[in-house]
């Protein structure tokens, strides 16, 4: 158990829906980061939070949406879901925001039918 | 940005041999060059990383080295175990307001036994 927890583990929906995918760092952990990771594509950075704020941006989707809760977890929301949106989605955290050494969760595997 | 390139995308090794993965990376300002290794249904995990003002590193069975003037690096595995099987993803950090990871499209390793 790396101490990053991420919900659902698996999650089915249908073309055009909306879904929301939940992570909770490591305890004392500050920095959250969103990747996603598909086949073809390998894991791509998607955002990145510190403390609540916004860091950095990757090849994140206008339809797709994140945040930082003052408790530390984060939120990956993505809506009008495609089939090209299927993937992995992992959370990883971080102790500082300029800290490279992160750690994972066992990821969330998104199907869109 | 920082793109990172990865060869071989599968290797297979017999027990009892080394296998050696390696990258090459674009921004030479980049600084911090980790390993994650990716078990089937699980997250990448660290398992050794390396900082540009070192050359080599070694932790046991695996070693890292680095060329910061050709801009590549590797991974080096001796006496490969069956439980050394999984997909193995190195990564370069770009510098910026968040330092975030760029992967490597990932390695399949499989060691016969």
């Keep these: 158990d790396s101490g990053v927890t991420q919900t659902p583990k698996h999650l089915i929906t249908a073309t055009g829906q909306r879904v929301t995918l939940r992570c909770s760092p490591r305890s004392g952990d500050l920095s959250v980061y969103w990747y996603q990771q598909s086949l073809d594509q390998g894991l791509q950075f998607l955002i990145q939070y510190y403390n609540g704020e916004e860091r950095a941006k990757g090849n994140i989707l206008e339809r797709f949406s994140a945040q930082q809760f003052p408790d530390l977890h984060s939120e990956l929301n993505l809506s009008s ?12 955290s971080s ?12 990821g969330s ?4 039918l | 940005g920082e793109n990172v390139e ?9 027990e009892g041999d080394s296998a050696v993965i390696k990258c090459t990376y674009s921004d030479s300002a980049s600084n911090y060059f980790p390993w994650y290794k990716q078990e089937l249904g699980k997250g990448p995990q660290l398992i050794i990383d390396i900082r540009s003002n070192v050359g080599e590193k070694k932790d046991q ?30 990564a370069a950090s770009s510098p910026g307001s968040a330092r975030q990871l760029t992967f490597g499209s990932g390695t399949q390793l499989t060691v016969l036994p």
């Design chain 2, 6 to 14: 990865q060869h071989p995308s599968t290797l297979s090794v017999q």
């Design chain 1, 81 to 92: 879901l495609e089939l090209g949106d299927s993937a992995l989605y992992f959370c990883a």
């Design chain 2, 61 to 90: 069975r695996i070693a890292v080295t680095l060329n910061k003037t050709a801009k590549h690096f590797s991974l080096h595995i001796t006496e490969t175990q069956p439980e050394d099987s999984a997909v193995y993803f190195c």
């Design chain 1, 95 to 106: 102790s500082i925001s300029g800290a490279n050494v992160l750690t994972f969760g066992a």
């Design chain 1, 109 to 112: 595997r998104l199907t869109v």
